[in-house]
Structure formats: structure tokens, C-alpha cells
Nanobody
Framework: QVQLVESGGGSVQAGGSLRLSCAAS????????MAWYRQAPGKQRDLVAF???????NYADSVKGRFTISRDNAKNTVYLQMNSLKPEDTAVYYC?????????????WGQGTQVTVSS
């Protein structure tokens, strides 16, 4: 069964921190490179960070140095530690396998988790 369950979002003030978690079904997690994405109201879905099975990471310039992606392969879970949050980080955050933007409309997505950062 395909499943993605994101959690850990909330409302924080600028400068605060949150840790997001994503429990994925084995069919999605497996040996795939996993990623976090976000979508702000009225905007397109953007890639935030991704991590391969061995733990190599990559980040969008907007979050580099503030966010850390990690994964627990034994638990089929991927995490996103977000520090020094800014109002522009406000969005619904989703996890999934790492894919190109042209595929966004063709795959299963979980419900996401809302992150709201106030100034």
C-alpha cells in the first residue's frame, strides 16, 4: 500500500525551529532518494531538500544552512530539521521520492503538514 504521512508542522515565530517527520511505505522509501517539497498559497510546489540512500544531501539555496534533511532507513522515515525559520518558509510541506517537477501532477502525495512562521 502506498502511503506518506507527514507530521510535525505548526505555528512558530521567526527564528524558531520545527522538526518534520515523514513515514513512508516501503514501496516509496525503499532505496529511493527521498525529498521534502513545499507549496505556499498560490505558488507552485518547490523542492526543498533531498537525500539519497547513503545519506548524501542537497538543499535549495533558500534553506541552505538552516534546514537539515536526514533519514532512518530502518524506519522508512525521513526528517527535516528546520532552524532559523523565516516568514517566507510558510507553506505546506510534503515528502516523497525525489522526482522532477514535470512528474508532480502524476504521482501520489500525502496530506502534507502546515508550517506557519510569523514575524
Amino acid at each position: 500500500q502506498v502511503q506518506l504521512v507527514e507530521s510535525g508542522g505548526g505555528s512558530v515565530q521567526a527564528g524558531g525551529s520545527l522538526r518534520l517527520s515523514c513515514a513512508a511505505s516501503r514501496s516509496i522509501f525503499s532505496v529511493n532518494t527521498m525529498a521534502w517539497y513545499r507549496q505556499a498559497p498560490g505558488k507552485q510546489r518547490d523542492l526543498v531538500a533531498f537525500i539519497n540512500y547513503a545519506g548524501t544531501t542537497n538543499y535549495a539555496d533558500s534553506v541552505k544552512g538552516r534546514f537539515t534533511i536526514s533519514r532512518d532507513n530502518a524506519k522508512n522515515t525521513v526528517y527535516l530539521q528546520m532552524n532559523s525559520l523565516k516568514p517566507e518558509d510558510t507553506a505546506v510541506y510534503y515528502c516523497n521520492r525525489y522526482i522532477g517537477a514535470q512528474e508532480y501532477g502524476y504521482i501520489y502525495w500525502g496530506q502534507g503538514t502546515q508550517v506557519t512562521v510569523s514575524s
